[in-house]
C-alpha cells in the first residue's frame, strides 16, 4: 500500500504561487499515476492534474496555464506548481495516485490552501 504526505499548503494572496510537494512512499512506482485532486467548500471533489507514464500529463480546464505538474520519480514526489492564485483556487488539495491500469487511487490527507483578496 502506498503512503501519500503532501505539503506546502498555506495562506496567499490572490495573484501568488504556492507550490505542493506530494511524497510517496511504500507500494509506490516510478510508473504510476499521480497527480492532484481539490475539494472547495460546498462543492464536489474535483481533478486538479495527472501525471502518467511517459510525462502525459491532464489538467482540468481552470488551471489550464496556471499550474504546472511534475515529478521526481527518484524522489518519488510529485509536484504542483500553482501560479495567478484566485479566490475559487481556495479548497483542500489532495495527492493521489494508482498503477497504471487499476481504477482505484491512494490519497493523501489534504492540505489546504487558501487565497484571500
Known amino acids: 500500500q502506498v503512503q501519500l504526505v503532501e505539503s506546502g499548503g498555506g495562506l496567499v494572496q490572490a495573484g501568488g504561487s504556492l507550490r505542493l510537494s506530494c511524497a510517496a512512499s511504500?507500494?509506490?512506482?516510478?510508473?504510476?499515476?499521480m497527480g492532484w485532486f481539490r475539494q472547495a467548500p460546498g462543492k464536489q471533489r474535483e481533478l486538479v492534474a495527472l501525471?502518467?507514464?511517459?510525462?502525459?500529463?491532464n489538467y482540468a480546464d481552470s488551471v489550464k496555464s496556471r499550474f504546472t505538474i511534475s515529478r521526481d520519480s527518484v524522489k518519488n514526489t510529485v509536484y504542483l506548481q500553482m501560479n495567478s492564485l484566485n479566490l475559487e483556487d481556495t479548497a483542500v488539495y489532495y495527492c493521489?495516485?494508482?498503477?497504471?491500469?487499476?481504477?482505484?487511487?491512494?490519497w493523501g490527507q489534504g492540505t489546504q490552501v487558501t487565497v484571500s483578496s
Open positions: 493521489v495516485s494508482r498503477r497504471p491500469y487499476s481504477p482505484q487511487f491512494s
Open positions: 511504500g507500494s509506490s512506482f516510478s510508473d504510476d499515476v
Open positions: 501525471i502518467m507514464r511517459g510525462g502525459i500529463i
